[in-house]
C-alpha cells in the first residue's frame, strides 16, 4: 500500500521524465478512475504540461501550466511506472498519458485521478491532517495536537486527521522505533514519549522515503532503488522473525479492529529512559 515515502519517493523522481514537455495521448482505462468523461478527461489534459509535482499525505499532485491540479490518490494496489512510449507496463493501467517519448502509467484498481481547480484542490486537502515533512509540523504543534486526541496510537497515526500520509506499515515502524506499544492510549501518553514519537516519525519518513519505499513494481526500467526500504522494516508482517539480529520475536496484536505488528521486548506503555 503506498504511503507517504513511496509517494515522496515517486515525486522525487518523477520530474527528470515528466515535467516540461507537452501531454500527447491521454487514455483512460478505467472511467470509473474520475468524476469526468473519459472525453472530458483528455480534452482538458492534452497539450497541457507538468510544471511542478507536489505532495500532500499521499496525494501526488501535477501542477498545470493552466494554472489547474491533477491530483492522484493511489489504491492499496496502486503503483506507478514510467517509460518509452509504446512499451508494456508491469499492471494493468487504470490510465496513461503520454509525455514526450515517455508514458507515465497509472495503475491500481480504485486510483483516483480528479483534475481540480487551486480551490477545488484546497477543499480537498483541508481535511487532511498537516503533512508531517511540512514546516507547520514542528516538534511543539504535533506535541499540542497530540494532546487532544483520544485513542490507541495506531489509529491515531493512521487516522489521518493529526498528520497526512501513514498508514498501517509506517505507523508499526514509527511505534518500533518509538519504543511505543501501537496500543497505548496516546492520552496517557507524557511529553517524553510525544516528543520521542515525533523524533522517529521524522526519522522512519524521511529514510523510508531515501531507500525508495516499500513498493515492489519497478517504476521504470533498471530501476533499482523503488522497494529499497522492504528488508529495513523491523516489524510490519514480521511475525515471528527477530526485531534486530538479536531481538525478540515480532508479535501481532488487535487494535481497534486492525492487525498491528510490535516487539514485545523494545516497545513499552511510554517510552523508556535509558540512564
Ligand atoms: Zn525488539
Known amino acids: ?8 519517493h515517486y515525486r522525487r523522481q518523477l520530474g527528470q521524465w515528466i515535467l516540461d514537455r507537452p501531454i500527447g495521448r491521454v487514455q483512460l482505462n478505467n472511467a470509473g478512475s474520475t468524476d469526468v468523461s473519459p472525453e472530458e478527461f483528455s480534452e482538458a489534459l492534452t497539450g497541457r504540461s507538468i510544471l511542478f509535482l507536489e505532495r500532500r499525505g ?34 494493468a493501467a487504470q490510465a496513461e498519458l503520454e509525455l514526450g517519448d515517455r508514458t507515465l502509467w497509472i495503475g491500481g484498481r480504485g486510483s483516483v ?21 511540512s514546516r507547520q509540523v514542528t516538534p511543539e504543534s504535533f506535541a499540542k495536537l497530540f494532546k487532544k486526541r483520544r485513542g490507541a496510537l495506531r489509529s ?12 498501517p506499515r509506517y505507523a508499526d515502524e514509527i511505534a518500533f522505533a518509538a519504543g511505543l506499544l501501537p496500543s497505548v492510549k496516546v492520552q496517557d501518553l507524557n511529553d517524553e514519549s510525544v516528543a520521542r514519537l515525533y523524533e522517529a516519525m521524522q526519522r522512519i519518513l524521511l529514510e523510508a522515503s531515501d531507500a525508495g519505499g ?21 516489524v510490519y508482517e514480521r511475525e515471528g522473525q527477530p526485531c534486530t539480529p538479536e531481538g525478540a520475536k515480532v508479535e501481532k496484536m488487535d487494535v ?6 510490535y516487539c514485545p521486548q523494545c516497545q513499552y506503555e511510554q517510552t523508556p529512559v535509558f540512564s
Open 1 to 8: 500500500m503506498p504511503e507517504l515515502p513511496e509517494i515522496e
Open 58 to 91: 499521499t496525494f501526488l499532485i501535477l501542477h498545470l501550466d493552466n494554472g489547474h491540479r491533477l491530483l492522484i490518490a493511489l489504491a492499496k494496489d496502486g503503483a506507478l511506472h514510467c517509460g518509452e512510449a509504446g512499451a508494456k507496463p508491469p499492471f
Open 113 to 133: 485521478l480528479r483534475l481540480l481547480t487551486v480551490r477545488g484542490l484546497d477543499d480537498v486537502l483541508k481535511a487532511l491532517g498537516g503533512d508531517p515533512f
Open 156 to 167: 491515531t497515526l493512521t487516522g489521518q486527521k493529526t498528520v497526512s500520509g501513514i498508514g
Open 214 to 234: 516499500c513498493l515492489q513494481t519497478p517504476l521504470y526500467e533498471g530501476d533499482t532503488l523503488t522497494g529499497g526500504y522492504l528488508n529495513q522494516c523491523r
Open 256 to 261: 481497534s479492529g486492525k492487525k498491528a505488528y
